[in-house]
Each structure stands twice: as C-alpha cells, then as structure tokens.
C-alpha cells in the first residue's frame, strides 16, 4: 500500500501471531531458494535430456520461474509432492523473456546466459526484485560482453548478441562479488569455446550448488565456491538429476526465531558448514549452536538476555545480508547497544520504522549502518512487510512480543518461505493466517 499505513481495511492477507511462547522441537529445512532459481534456469543449457531437480521449495518464485520456462519453449513439470521438477530444455526456442514475469522477481534475469549461450540472442527486461537498493545488473552486462556478446538497453530490456562465431571464454573480473552476475556468467561460458576465468567471484554455497549441477551436466567447470571459478567451453550439455542445498537462509530465520524466544530448535537438514558465520554470531549473542545428527541444534537460554554484538553484513563467508534483518530483531531485544551494517545493500533498513511499531530502538543513518538499543520486549502491533526478509524480520520479532502482532503484504513471504506458520506453528508458537 502507498501510504505505507497498516491497512487494516485492505483485503490483504496477513499473518497473526501471539507472542511468548518458547519455541521447541525440530524443524524440516527446505531447499535453498537462491540455488533452486539458479539450478532451474540452469537447465536451460541442456540440448537434450531431461534435468530431473529434487528439494525444489514450493514458493511462489519457484512457480514464476517455471513459467517463464515454459513461455521460452522448455517442458516442465512438478512432480511428486511438488518439491520435484522436470525440465527438458530441448525445445528451447524463445529468445524474449516477457516483462510481467521478470518484472515480479530478480532472478528471472538468470535466463539471459543459458539464454544467450544456446541460441545466440536474448531479450531480457531489466529485473525487479525487493526495494533494498539498486540492485544494478551493469556485472552481468559486464560479463556477457566479456564473452563476445553486443550489449544494449532498449525499451527497459536488455538486448544481448552473440557474434555469428558464438560467444568464447575470457577472463572476467567482478568489481564486486555479485552473486547473479557470477551465475550468469558461469551458464553462459559452458557453451562458450575456450577458458572463462572469474575473478572475485561470489563464494555463497548456492554457487557452489550450480557449479556442481552444471558439471554433473557435462560442464568442464572448477573452483566453484571459491573467488575464482575456471570454465572451459564445451559443444552441449545434458540433462541430469540433481539435488538442490538446503537452504541457509531459512535455517538461519528459524534459528533467530529460536533465539529471540530462547527455544530449544533442531534445524533439521542444515548444513553446519554453510552457516559457520551465522552460528558464530549467535554465540556471541548467549545463544548455542551444535552440530547434530542431520542438522544443528539452537539452544537459548530464555532465563537471560540476548548479549549485543556487532553484526556486519557481507558476501559469503560473512555474515549473510539475508539474515542481517532476522537478526537485527533478535539484537532489538538485547542488554546493551548493537551496531549493524550492510555492506551489500546501500538501504536494507527500510524496514526499521515497522520494527519500531513494535517498540524497537533502531536509529538507521540512512544508508549502510544501524545502531540498535535492546528493550526487555516487544508489544504486538499491525506491521506491514516491506520485502520478503523484512516479513521475516517482523514475524521474527512478533513471536516475542506482548500480545498481537499482524504483519501485512505476507506475500512478500509467501516468495521465499515454503509453509513458515505451518512450520512455527510445529513448534509451539501462537500463528495463523488471517485473510478477510
Ligand atoms: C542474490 O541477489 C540473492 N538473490 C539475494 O537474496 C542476496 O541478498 C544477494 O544475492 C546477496 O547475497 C538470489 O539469489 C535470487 P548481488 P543478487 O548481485 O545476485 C550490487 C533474498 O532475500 N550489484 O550479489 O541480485 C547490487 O546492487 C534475496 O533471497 C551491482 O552493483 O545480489 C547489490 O548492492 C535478496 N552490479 C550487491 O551488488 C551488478 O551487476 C549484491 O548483489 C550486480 C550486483
């Protein structure tokens, strides 16, 4: 809503949530929706053959994206329980994304390489995605243009061309390490003749999980999670079944949750590994994190306070920017004054005025950095969700809080959290949906 209000009368679906209760018990993580978008546009690189992908989350992003496929000629389809999807690739023919589907979500600009890399044009609208900052695409340009590509904007689209001899490898560095751009570049080089080197390359582990489909797809591609990724050209790639990671971001939100309410969680599937910087922040803030038997168990301690820190946002392995809002709400309720910056994004504090509905004490310069003071608790209060982690945030925030929340424009949610009143409802928290 425009005027930002809690819109009690506007017919949308919200999220309501009494707060207080301890949450415990185990929790199943779900496939990682940064990789399952990646691992899915991916497939479009594939000249023949199925590419069967298995712990696909059921998000609505998800759904976009298969969409878009279909309108670029692939076959797919959800099988199963919906959490398996079948792509064959073979009948790919369309070089034009259309804009109402790019436009409802950033990562439908991953189809420009595999795109561009198959039949030797692309026409993809300039993304959308959250208000958390420009979010400029000039790397991917940068990089398309690098491997022989001409690279113009028309008509809010990106038009890109490979030379009549095809696109062909060259080395490639990213002023900074974008983690789109890294993947858009690493689909397009697999097709393109000779070595594509990447320098500075993202490392996050939903990199790491394309790299490791493209190779199981025929790719000749290593270094995949480090800063510097080497691919070498090759004629086709090939269907091929593969599991998408589980996801850290959601394992991560469901260990703040466990936190703020000083619960007693097992993130059941979480990969210790992809949340070292996470698990280490949680331990300065009093809260425990082991590494169990299929996944890590948050223990907090509901007697004391959250002890602040300083949390600093930035690309793997730091600390995750999605996670930074979760976070920030958890240090709200902290005995002291935490300092939090984003690195990643130049304004991902939006949020802090519907925070602050709830009592928070954040003063954001505007930019990169907050300074939180803790308060003993929140009070519930109607808040609105301003981007999908700043939902997140706020549902985050409300199981601690005094009473009712009802978070608002939950369908910011609903694009990265497969079933998340379900799940916090599985472990003891006071949640439901309420539409009008
Ligand atoms: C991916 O976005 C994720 N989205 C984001 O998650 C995540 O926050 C981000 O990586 C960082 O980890 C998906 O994977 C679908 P970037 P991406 O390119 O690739 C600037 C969520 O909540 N930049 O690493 O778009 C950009 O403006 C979402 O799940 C350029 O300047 O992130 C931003 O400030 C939110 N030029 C920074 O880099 C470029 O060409 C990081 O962007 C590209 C990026």
Known sequence: MENGGTGENSGDKRIVVRGGQRLCGTVAIGGSKNAAVALIAGALLAASGDTVLTNIPRISDIETLAELLSRLGAKVAFEGDGHTIRINASGLHEHKAPVELVERMRASFWVLGPVLARLGKAIIPQPGGCHIGARAVDLHLKGMTALGATVTAEHGAICAYAPKSGLSGA?????????????????????????????????????????????????????????????????????????????????????????????????????????????????????????????????????????????????????????????????????????????????????????????????????????????????????????????????????????ETRVYDTFHVERGYENIVGKLRGLGAHIGREDD
């Not at 000749?220 to 079944?241: C, K, M, N, P, Y």
């Open 171 to 403: 080395n490639i560095y990213l002023d900074l390490p974008s983690v789109g751009a890294t993947m858009n570049i690493m689909m397009a080089a697999t097709l393109a003749p000779g070595e594509t080197v990447i320098q500075n390359a993202a490392q996050e582990p939903d990199v790491q999980n394309l790299g490791d489909l493209l190779a199981t797809m025929g790719a000749d591609i290593t270094g995949q999670g480090t800063g510097t990724i080497f691919i070498r050209g090759v004629e086709s790639l090939h269907g091929a079944t593969f599991a998408v990671m589980p996801d850290r971001i959601e394992a991560g939100t469901f260990a703040a949750a466990a936190a703020i309410t000083g619960g007693d969680v097992v993130l059941e599937n979480a990969r210790f590994a992809d949340l070292r910087a996470v698990l280490f922040k949680l331990a300065e803030m009093g809260v425990e994190a082991t590494d169990v038997p299929g996944g890590v168990r948050i223990l907090g301690n509901p007697g004391t306070r959250i002890k602040p820190t300083r949390l600093t946002a930035m690309p793997h392995p730091g600390f995750p920017t999605d996670l930074q809002q979760p976070f920030t709400s958890v240090l709200a309720l902290a005995d002291g004054v935490s300092i939090v910056t984003d690195t990643v994004y130049e304004s991902r504090f939006n949020y802090l005025t519907e925070l602050a509905k709830l009592g928070a004490q954040v003063v954001a310069d505007g930019g990169r950095q907050a300074v939180v003071t803790g308060i003993p608790r929140f009070s519930g209060a109607a808040v609105r969700a301003t981007d999908l982690r700043a939902g997140a945030a706020l549902i985050v925030a409300a199981l601690a809080a005094d009473g």
